[in-house]
């Protein structure tokens, strides 16, 4: 089975601008969450995406957004670029079944993302 | 204060020995905890997983929880140089509510041949 999957991986943008990340998720997984990567913070939480709506979200400006589509693809964007959004973005996958069982979360490679 | 507090190092150890990692945690409704590994320029990839309080063994690794002092450990044996990775552990309160993981700064560790 293939694991989750970004693009792009590498991503160079200036300050201002906008940009947007696409997530592949496990084939069957219905929840897709995304985080942010730096080495000051760590891995923060941004928000969680079901069945095409959003579950769930950090901190974050609203210069930060999604959307899931029917096929549990998911978009996030980001407007404004600004230098401290130069990250490393995950994106993961769960299943998310009602039961509860089967939540791990499945990680991406990430795409990194830098600001000028 | 973070809500989970990992010591970043980096920890080098040699080949064969006993690796000690660790979080604190602040959010006592925190239910599961998780133990990730995280290859430079790659992913985090899940280790280990447990609920509430307890032990938990998978091979090499064994992973710890204790709720009431609010602090989890992960424990790897005979560490290998393909060990050498950062550790994160994270965590949830519980799954019906989401699936938002809080996570630990990481810990850099590096396994001498």
């Known amino acids: 089975k293939a694991g989750v999957t970004q693009t792009p991986r590498y991503l160079i943008k200036t300050r201002g601008q906008q940009v947007t990340l696409s997530c592949s998720p496990i084939?069957?997984?219905?929840?897709v969450s995304w985080y942010q990567q730096t080495p000051g913070q760590g891995l923060q939480f941004l928000f969680e995406y079901f069945s095409e709506t959003q579950r769930n979200k950090g901190n974050f400006p609203g210069r930060f957004s999604g959307r899931q589509f029917s096929n549990s693809r998911s978009e996030m964007n980001v407007s404004t670029l600004e230098l401290g959004d130069s990250a490393l973005y995950l994106c993961?996958?769960?299943?998310?079944?009602?039961?509860?069982?089967?939540?791990?979360?499945?990680f991406g490679p990430g795409t990194r993302l830098t600001v000028l | 204060q973070k809500e989970v507090e990992q010591d970043p190092g980096p920890l080098s150890v040699p080949e064969g020995a006993i690796v000690s990692l660790n979080c604190t945690y602040s959010n006592s409704a925190f239910q599961y905890f998780m133990w990730y590994r995280q290859y430079s320029r790659k992913g985090p990839e899940l280790l280990m997983y447990t609920y509430s309080s307890g032990n938990k063994e998978d091979g090499r690794f064994t992973a710890q929880v204790d709720k009431s002092s609010k602090y989890i450990s992960l424990f790897i044996r005979d560490s290998q140089p393909s060990d050498s990775a950062t550790y994160l552990c994270a965590m949830s309160e519980k799954k019906s509510s989401g699936d938002k993981l809080t996570f630990g700064t990481g810990t850099r560790l590096a396994v001498r041949p």
């Open positions: 993961a996958s769960s299943l998310r079944t009602s039961g509860g069982a089967g939540d791990t979360q499945y």
């Open positions: 084939s069957g997984h219905r929840s």
